[in-house]
């Protein structure tokens, strides 16, 4: 284990779990391996390590390709990678990001690139990534890729990889047909799915005397209180319109669906991380993913359809040592799935409650991001000398390429933005407001 002592020390754990050194393990030994673990058990590390030990400081371009099926997905692994900090160049690709700044990213190959099927796709057939020397492949969560239709982009992808040796495929899905053109031979298989539930999850329901379940939800919220919750709709519409229901009765809440502008998605999403909202409203693409840690309550406003949308959606809680709690919310014309395998305890509301307490926090969003050199510490410096700010009164910041959010206490917000309106960053002028 001390050979992975700098990896164990960024990510403040003491030991890999014994699925990461089965696939360290069987990687080193075989060409072809297919990991199938459940969601939140560590996977991205189980196949980032192996692909750490295969590639060659002294071989320039890129050595490895990881194909996820959402952008989200892709950006976790991303993370994660730098987080490792390997010293080899990685650079992610995905749809709704600026082509222009992966074709920049690109021009220099990076030793490992990370994107959606679509988009490393085009920047295959533009030549913008140079195949020759990829010798490792990975598909994660090449279940979802095949649900969601991407067959045929990744078909193209591996045909265009004349180099490539090793395959990683990873799933948290049993029985996984895989496709002849992915030319895995004779591949190790290491099943750590477990129908075990986290014993930290609890399975609770509720049931709802009307149709639409919405008087339901929104007593139901209240008396969770204001913890992080993630509520599943099954449609884009749905998402929509139970969040402007929510809204509109007093709650703060944020939207995410796969039809949303890139910056939308992110904004969404950073107001959930860091505080500014409690509940987000959203479809299954938030089931796989999405790394939100301290996640209370998964509210099942839909019903998923298969058992395996119920695992995912819960699986965004009572993650590692956190525990957490799913909820069902069974309408007048609905039965128990049959998936729940659990006895789920009743949640008796009363008719009325009262509203949870505010969010102690608001978003600025900050037209500057890593491409006009503008990291964290510069943000913090802003907001705590030209806003007047204290430092406790600064939150979750988050850069992207172009602009950034940060938390900042709500109470102090008016205040601080009429301060740094006319302010630049780095001796740029730069647009500041609350996040839309």
Known sequence: MQKYASILNAFKIDALNEMQLASIDANQKADNVILLSNTGSGKTLGFLIPILEQLDKNTPGTQALIVAPSRELAMQIEKVWKTMTTGFKVTCCYGGHLRETEENNLVEAPALIVGTPGRLGDHIRRENIKTAGIKILVLDEFDKSLELGFQDEIEFIIESLPGLKKRILTSATEGVDIPGFVGITDPVRLDFLTEEKSE?????????????????????????????????????????????????????????????????????????????????????????????????????????????????????????????????????????????????????????????????????????????????????????????????????????????????????????????????IKNKKVNIDVAK
């Open 200 to 424: 930290a999850l609890a399975i609770k329901y509720v049931e709802s005397e009307d149709k639409d379940k919405l008087d339901t939800l929104f007593r139901l919220v209240c008396y969770l209180g204001n913890r992080s919750t993630i509520i599943f709709c099954n449609h884009r519409e749905a998402v929509e319109r139970t969040n402007s229901a929510l809204k509109d009765a007093g709650l703060t809440s944020v939207f995410y669906h796969g039809a949303m502008e890139q910056r939308d998605r992110d904004a969404a999403l950073s107001k959930f991380r860091n505080g500014t909202s409690n509940l987000l409203v959203t479809t299954d693409l938030a089931a796989r993913g999405l790394d939100i840690p301290n996640i209370r309550y998964i509210v099942h406003y839909h019903l998923p359809h298969t058992a395996d949308t119920y695992t995912h959606r819960n699986g965004r809680t009572a993650r590692m040592d956190a525990s957490g709690t799913a909820i069902l919310i069974i309408g007048p014309d609905e039965k128990m799935p049959s998936y729940v395998e659990e006895n789920p305890e009743l949640i008796t509301l009363e008719a009325k409650y009262e509203l949870p307490e505010k969010p102690k926090w608001t978003t600025f969003y900050i037209s500057a991001g890593k491409k006009d050199k503008v990291n964290k510490v510069d943000i913090v410096g802003f907001l705590t000398n030209k806003g007047q700010m204290k430092k406790e009164d600064v939150g979750l910041i988050e850069v992207k390429d172009f602009f950034s959010f940060v938390a900042v206490r709500k109470s102090k917000a008016a205040h601080t933005l009429n301060l740094i309106k006319n302010e630049k």
